[in-house]
């Protein structure tokens, strides 16, 4: 049996604001730009999330939900730092630990009780050196895999601690609503409360079978994380899976030549990206986003690429396909996947790859010594 | 844990009024001995510029001699590091005002400060071998800015010769050394320049040109946010184990943002959960209230 813990930084942005400017404590603070934008909630405080406002909501929305909220653009710098020193605070203690997004961290604790003692008391000690430090609150939760932990930190926020004794999973997550589980979306939540399943309890009444039947890979995986089993071990370090860039135009654009145009840019900085780690991509992905908020999503495999003109080629040969409604885009975005570690030896004797591998290199030279923007290929 | 030394470079500046000296002083008000009530370490700057009177040093103590442990540091004149000029007189100078504040008990040590073009090689070593010999009496910090003096071969040199190698924190412009904790002896030197690189820059372009003192100070004017104090702090605590001492110099001073980082710095790696502090310093940058001692708002009403 392992010892998992998830720990949460509560409203972290919102702490993170509440240190550089210490009156906004105990106020609807709202970190996601200009109210009257096109942007979304990326976070807010508790005293906002009690107007019913929720990370990823339009921010137009929020305003008209909290107008007397305080709405701040943010500074991503200085959460990365503050995120920084809380892992170097976790990395004092846990021999594994994985870093799952800028505010969330599993931390493999299995066989150390007899170093840290009780694991309650530990987590409790945790966080309060956190806080101490810091003065950032944050939320753990302690289970057997990362699914129940992860459900157990958000399940005592702020500033909680749960910690969900071996064996008990299943009944700790019986009562707990369907969307409780992560991965459970909008539309999956629709479709299983549309056939009854309200609570997690009501998913572990029927077989394994039903759920494979019913959803494939998905319904098994789904079952299995209601009798609260999930990943036991923790991804060390946690390999860049795409690349992507996108943009949701000030207006919605109706000019294909614009969208062309914002296409090509993105294309260049994504490349950039790839070159920087050494990656070639062997899958292109567009994003397109109609001012309905119908959005499509569409991708190709081509041979390994870092090249600006083959991706760009292709993301706009997709974008073309893809835009077939006289309907104004409102965001496109340009992403790469599968990456392959750069491979000099197969190009050696293409002249033309090989002059436009120097080529590349002369830019990323002349982009790492001034800006990306020194230097950029014309359409 | 080791004695730390948080201070500011310099403690005669205009523009601290109102921001930490306050507004209305009293005739007897004193600077640096109400800078005194709250720092226990001074780094002297102006002994770059002008041989200090041994009369002005005599002054400094008296005014200090109600805080126990205050110590000095002086920097030590540009004759030395940057014109590299001096005779016997000049070395004399110096070291009558060190000699006194060592006896006092008050000398920290001297800080030899060489400009971003005094790279490595054989000579720079070479002089710098010298000044340790002519100032052997006393604990030097040397700092140098170019990153060409990052290397083993110097680290031990600095070892051999019981020289503290300064930490510094500057803009990253060019080929500047970068902010990394170096222990070659027992004894540690941190000073921090800001991060302005925008004015930082400039005043490169001007250099050697005539400037008024907002233009020259400007480089220097940065406050270190919160999260950038917190990154320092943890660096700083991965060496507090391996010296004795650790010196922490503010020296982003334009309109008291060194006091203000100072404050907090006391209260990160002294591990103070409030510091005494005026409310002059709360005032002019209200994020110290959550640390401060004994703090009170003027613009709460008493029923």
Known sequence: MRTIFHLDLDAFFVSVERILDPTLKGKPVIVGGNPHGRGVVAACSYEARAYGLHSALPIRQAFKLCPDGIYLHGHYDEYVRFSHAVKNILSSYAPVIEQASIDEFYMDFTGCRKIYGSMFSFASKLQQEIKQKLSLPCSIGIGSNKTVAKIGSDCMKPMGITYIIPGMEKEFLSHMPVETIPGVGKVMLRELNNKGFYVIGDITKLSSYYWGSAYGKYGIDLWRKANGHGTEYLTIEREQKSISKETTFGADETSNEKVYEILFELTGKVCQTLRDEGFMASTINIKLRYSDFQTLIRSRTIKPTDDDKTVFENAKDLLMKAHTRRVGVRLIGVGVSKFSNFCEQEVLFEDDEVKRKKLFRAIDFLRRKYSYSIINFSR | ?303
């Open chain 2, 1 to 303: 844990m080791p004695k730390y030394y948080i201070g500011t470079a310099g403690w005669s500046y205009k523009d601290w009024v109102p921001a930490f000296y306050p507004k209305s002083q009293s005739g007897n008000f004193n600077w640096l001995r109400f800078y005194a009530n709250y720092f226990n370490c001074i780094e002297v700057n102006s002994s770059y510029y002008t041989y200090i009177s041994p009369k002005t040093v005599k002054g400094w103590i008296e005014k200090v001699s109600d805080s126990d442990d205050f110590l000095f540091t002086m920097k030590l004149h540009q004759d030395f590091t940057h014109k590299k000029k001096f005779d016997e007189q000049k070395i004399r100078s110096v070291n009558y005002n060190l000699d006194m504040l060592s006896k006092a008990e008050r000398l920290g040590g001297l800080l030899i400060q060489f400009p971003y073009s005094f790279s490595f090689n054989d000579a720079s070593m070479d002089y710098i071998r010298r000044l340790k010999d002519i100032f052997e009496n006393f604990s030097c910090f040397v700092e140098v800015r170019h990153s060409s003096w990052d290397k083993k071969e110097v680290y031990d040199f600095f070892k051999r010769s019981n020289i503290t190698f300064c930490t510094i924190d500057q803009p990253q412009i060019g080929k500047a050394i970068q902010f990394e904790p170096i222990i070659t002896n027992n004894a540690a030197y941190i000073r921090f320049h800001g991060r302005n690189t925008e004015a930082w820059t400039n005043s490169i372009k001007n250099f050697g040109k005539k400037q008024t003192y907002e233009e020259q100070s400007g480089r220097y004017k940065y406050l270190y946010t919160p999260g950038e104090l917190v990154e320092i702090e943890q660096k700083i605590k991965t060496i507090q184990e391996k010296v004795e001492e650790i010196y922490v110099i503010m020296n982003n001073h334009p309109l008291g943002e060194a006091v203000a980082n100072a404050f907090e710095l006391i209260h990160l790696l002294e591990e103070k959960e409030k510091v005494d502090m005026p409310a002059t310093i709360v005032k002019a940058f209200p994020r110290l209230e959550e640390i401060a001692l004994d703090y009170f708002d003027p613009k709460l009403k008493l029923n």
